[in-house]
């Protein structure tokens, strides 16, 4: 089944949804706005995500080339 996540990125948490390719909401949870917190909730789906999303803001520019581009 293929995944997709979306992150809204703030000071000190990001609301990821991950959902299906129809749309459907899979998950939606709150995690701390830290490279390895994020990646961590990612990987537990135990499938590669399709893509991963992220808000453009100055919060999120330094997740750009952390881990969580290059989750297997």
């Known amino acids: 089944m293929k995944l997709y996540a979306a992150l809204d990125v703030s000071l000190t948490k990001t609301a990821v949804c991950v959902m299906d390719h129809d749309g459907k909401l899979v998950r939606e949870v709150e995690a701390p706005t830290c490279p390895d917190a994020l990646a961590a909730l990612l990987r537990a789906y135990g499938v590669e995500l399709e ?20 989750i297997p």
């Open 51 to 70: 893509r991963i999303g992220m808000e453009a803001g100055p919060m999120s520019e330094w997740l750009v080339d952390c881990p969580i581009q290059r």
